[in-house]
């Protein structure tokens, strides 16, 4: 299997000033782009890092071959 490259981004605001989150793009060797789709989690810092690690599981969910 060839090495994979996880891209994320984290960024903590006051989640009463986020109006909306959108995709980031990636731009691939090749000359092709890739999206990234942009997650909220909101609470407690507690309540957000159990969210981070469910939706982290459930991705690998997605992959079971890795």
Same mark, same amino acid.
């Given at each position: 299997?060839?090495?994979? @490259?996880? =891209?994320?981004?984290?960024? /903590?605001?006051?989640?009463? #000033? ?15 782009? @890739?999206? =990234?789709?942009?997650?909220? /989690?909101?609470?407690?810092? #507690? ?20």
């Amino acid at each position: 299997m060839a090495n994979l @490259a996880l =891209v994320y981004g984290m960024r /903590l605001l006051p989640a009463d #000033e986020v109006s909306a989150v959108g995709e980031a793009p990636i731009e691939l060797k090749n000359g092709h782009t @890739a999206r =990234v789709t942009m997650h909220l /989690l909101e609470g407690s810092r #507690e309540q957000i890092e159990a969210q981070l690690r469910q939706s982290i599981d459930a991705f690998f969910d997605f992959f079971p071959e890795i």
